[in-house]
T-cell receptor, first 115, second 113 residues
Framework: DAGITQSPRHKVTETGTPVTLRCHQT?????MYWYRQDPGHGLRLIHY???????DKGEVSDGYSVSRSKTEDFLLTLESATSSQTSVYFC??????????????FGPGTRLLVL | GDSVTQMEGPVTLSEEAFLTINCTYT??????LFWYVQYPGEGLQLLLK?????DKGSNKGFEATYRKETTSFHLEKGSVQVSDSAVYFC????????????FGSGTQLTVLP
């Protein structure tokens, strides 16, 4: 299994509070991703990173920010949590070479409940 | 934009039955195609992939063939087991700066003994 950990694994918070989720990898992969999983929607990309300090928005980035100050860590922040951000959050990593998509490896997920 | 349409679930089968989960896609360019599996309480694991037309991906008895003419990547298994019960996701990626995955909505499979 790829070395990906997410913390915390479960969190309950209140509307309006800031929340930071952490993804840590030991594989030294260049690309890191944050997805959210909701019933009926599969997984949707929030933000991704293609290197230290290099990030970009995904499909559902509103209300989220990210930072990557080290290769191994990718942080997802909800500046002011809302109930619509209740979800399961997955981090993924990948490497890329040539013209072939490398496999994305997923972390175990963080279950977030915003009350 | 790119999209993936998956067969609606849930799907319930008896052990040793034949499984098909349909997946069709819309993409600009030439995508790579994937099937991921998610067991209860876990993250997603890659099940199989195909990177060009007519390629067949296979793993653990599952197969899927990249059909460019029908823009499909249907997942099949000849004889399912109780341990195959999981959620299956079809996904694609198109060459780009970070090769993001676009997922289908997932299909819940339950196999009964």
């Amino acid at each position: 299994d790829a070395g990906i950990t997410q913390s915390p694994r479960h969190k309950v918070t209140e509307t309006g509070t800031p929340v930071t989720l952490r993804c840590h990898q030991t594989e030294n992969h260049r690309y890191m991703y944050w997805y959210r999983q909701d019933p009926g929607h599969g997984l949707r990309l929030i933000h991704y990173s293609y290197g230290v300090k290099d990030t970009d928005k995904g499909e559902v980035s509103d209300g989220y920010s990210v930072s990557r100050s080290k290769t191994e860590d990718f942080l997802l922040t909800l500046e002011s949590a809302t109930s619509s951000q209740t979800s399961v959050y997955f981090c993924a990593i990948s490497e890329a070479s040539g013209g072939i998509q490398e496999t994305q490896y997923f972390g175990p997920g963080t279950r977030l409940l915003v009350l | 934009g790119d999209s993936v349409t998956q067969m609606e679930g849930p799907v319930t089968l008896s052990e040793e039955a034949f499984l098909t989960i349909n997946c069709t896609y819309t993409a600009t360019g030439y995508p790579s195609l994937f099937w991921y599996v998610q067991y209860p309480g876990e993250g997603l694991q890659l099940l199989l992939k195909a990177t060009k037309a007519d390629d067949k991906g296979s793993n653990k008895g599952f197969e899927a063939t990249y059909r460019k003419e029908t823009t499909s990547f249907h997942l099949e298994k000849g004889s399912v087991q109780v341990s195959d019960s999981a959620v299956y996701f079809c996904a694609l990626s198109v060459a780009g700066s970070a090769r993001q995955l676009t997922f289908g909505s997932g299909t819940q499979l339950t196999v009964l003994p």
